[in-house]
């Protein structure tokens, strides 16, 4: 292995998951539903598969039913206007279109400023294009309402720090909202202001949007490619994997302004050139769902992420209540612990249940020592049983 990746060993998702099968304990660690996507979308697949769509190389940028379909949704959802011949890249899951974008973007020596904790793949991926991370810590912050009332934790983003990290040298800021691991999601005011820094200082942005559709109560997604002079210099990322829970699929896309798109497409086409034929097809379908179906999805997962994190609260952990994503991250703390790494190897074992510590998406390691996530796009059975293996632990 060489120097740029040996830093990396191998991915905790693949780890814990793996841990999770060897002590038969309920997996809350990687980010995967329990449960399938739409049966018409599933049957949509399976028509194309039968008809003989997709089943040979589907053409570079994706088939064209499924770049009009992300067009259109851009379109309706948010007002943005692509072009789905030339403004719009389907790609092997967001994964790729992120691993694309950067090799396509960055020179070696380019500096990234990406938002900590990181979706993991960032790090490697900078790495590969011989381009150097500056990660922005979001920070913990503890309200209460009025009078005392009840506690309100979130992850916020210190906009001077994010300002100092940029240099002379800095190429792409990378961003993540709705964001995993922290279910932070950024407000109105911090995506505009992330905006006005990439105007005055003349940066690309990538901005990974998989979890656009899971916002929570009153939190709204809004993309940072609708803020003015963004569009031209935004890659926004989305993947059918998080909306339509059928992460095997690894179906993906990316939105941008021709040029960026081609730049990244330049990238794609020696990674896989192509893949997912007749999933492409069924999620072009998908994405025509009517609104019902993303409502209800979505408010599906609201109450499961109440069950958990109401579970994790009884359970003694302190609970940073997501507004968006299908994860809650905690901090160990008041359980009288403080490496979650140690807790997540040793939790199979005191509760049956695999969680992932949030200290592998740090670069300052020692920031992120005390956070546990969970996820909770898991039945919710699955999550009951979790909770209540989870109250003795203190
Ligand atoms: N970005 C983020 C923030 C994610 O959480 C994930 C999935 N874990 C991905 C990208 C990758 O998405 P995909 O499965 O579509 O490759
Ligand atoms: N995105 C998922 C998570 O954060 C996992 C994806 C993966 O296993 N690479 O849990």
């Known amino acids: 292995l060489n120097r740029r990746l040996a830093e990396f060993g191998t991915t905790i ?15 809350l660690g990687q980010g995967f539903p329990d449960t399938d996507g739409p049966e018409e979308v599933r049957e949509a697949a399976v028509r194309a598969l039968r008809d003989g769509r997709g089943n040979q190389y589907p053409p570079g940028p994706g088939v064209p039913e499924l770049r009009q379909a992300v067009a259109t949704h851009q379109q309706r959802r948010y007002g943005l206007s692509y072009d789905p011949d030339t403004e719009v890249l389907v790609t092997a899951g967001a994964t790729e279109a992120i691993a694309a974008a950067l090799l396509a973007l960055l020179e070696p020596g380019d500096e990234v400023v990406a938002l900590e904790p990181y979706y993991d793949s960032y790090a490697a991926c900078i790495a590969m294009a011989g381009g150097t991370r500056v990660p922005v810590t979001l920070r913990p912050h503890e309200g209460t309402d009025g009078d005392g009332g009840a506690v309100h934790r979130r992850f916020r983003l210190d906009l001077d720090e994010l300002r ?27 995506l505009s202001a992330i905006a006005e820094l990439a105007v005055e200082r003349d940066l690309l942005v990538v901005t990974d949007e998989v979890y656009e559709h899971l916002v929570f109560d009153d939190a709204e997604h809004i993309p940072l490619a609708t803020f003015p002079g963004m569009r031209e210099r935004t890659v926004t990322i989305g993947s059918a994997g998080k909306t339509f829970s059928f992460t095997g699929w690894k179906v993906g896309w990316v939105t941008a302004p021709a040029e960026l798109v081609g730049a990244v497409r330049s990238a794609k086409q020696f990674l896989t050139y192509v893949s997912s034929g007749p999933f492409q097809y069924a999620v072009a379908e998908a994405l025509a769902l009517p609104d019902a179906y993303f409502e209800s999805f979505r408010q599906d997962l609201q109450a499961k992420r109440d069950l958990l994190s109401e579970g994790l609260a009884e359970a003694g952990f302190a609970v940073y209540r997501p507004a968006g994503t299908y994860f809650v991250t905690t901090d160990i703390r008041p359980l009288g612990e403080s490496d979650g790494f140690a807790f997540c190897r040793a939790l199979p074992e005191r509760a049956g249940v695999v969680a992932i510590p949030n200290a592998v998406f740090y670069d300052h390691r020692a920031a992120g020592a005390p956070f546990v996530r969970f996820a909770f796009c898991k039945q919710r059975e699955v999550l009951e049983e979790a909770v209540k293996r989870l109250q003795h632990l203190a």
């Open 164 to 190: 100092d990290a940029v240099t002379g040298r800095t190429r792409v800021l990378l961003i993540n909202t709705p964001h995993n691991p922290t279910g932070t999601v950024l407000t109105r005011e911090e």
């Open 13 to 27: 998702f693949a780890e814990m998951s793996a841990l999770a099968v060897r002590t038969g304990s309920i997996n």
